[in-house]
């Protein structure tokens, strides 16, 4: 129950944050500017990333639901897989990559950090973040921010989140 809540202050926060004017964003995206990559039954997660090879290496997820985004412009997609969920947006014709959060400790960061690790093992992966605010440990690569919400010295949540300017 507490991480649900966790999951879902995150996402409020990430909803939040991103209303204001629609965000611009580009439909070129090398491999030098992805940020960190989530590697996932195969493939390589990476926020910007065009949807469609993404959905057809993953198979059918578990659930799905759209709704209009206050982040980018157009409709945000969910699909919620066993261990995470993914979150787009639109991009011309195109559905991109906009988050995706880790929901249990069966997989981890390609650095290894997974939920339960502690704030070290963060640290020692990482370095020291980009911006911290309370609990929240953040880290820019590219075009997007990688998050950790620690509590008592654990991570109890990880975010990769696409920049709505990139």
Do not use: W
Not at 50 to 75: H, R, T, V, W
Request: charged content about 20%; hydrophobic content about 40%.
């Amino acid at each position: 129950m507490k991480h649900a809540l966790v999951i879902g202050i995150l996402v409020i926060c990430l909803v939040l944050a991103g209303c204001g004017p629609a965000a611009t964003t580009s439909t070129s995206h090398s491999s030098a500017d992805k940020g960190y990559g989530l590697a996932v039954s195969g493939l390589t997660l990476y926020c910007h990333d065009d949807m469609a090879p993404i959905l057809a290496g993953l198979g059918e997820a578990k659930s799905y639901f759209e709704a209009a985004s206050c982040a980018f412009p157009g409709l945000e997609k969910t699909y919620t897989y066993p261990s995470f969920n993914l979150y787009t947006y639109e991009d011309g014709d195109k559905d991109r990559l906009a988050s995706i959060v880790i929901l249990d400790d069966s997989i981890s960061t390609q650095e290894g950090i997974y939920l339960n690790a502690s704030l070290d093992d963060v640290i020692k992966a990482y370095g020291e973040p980009s911006e911290k605010s309370l609990n929240l440990y953040t880290y820019e690569k590219a075009s997007m921010k990688l998050s950790f919400i620690i509590e008592d010295d654990k991570v109890t949540s990880i975010e990769y989140i696409a920049k709505a300017n990139n």
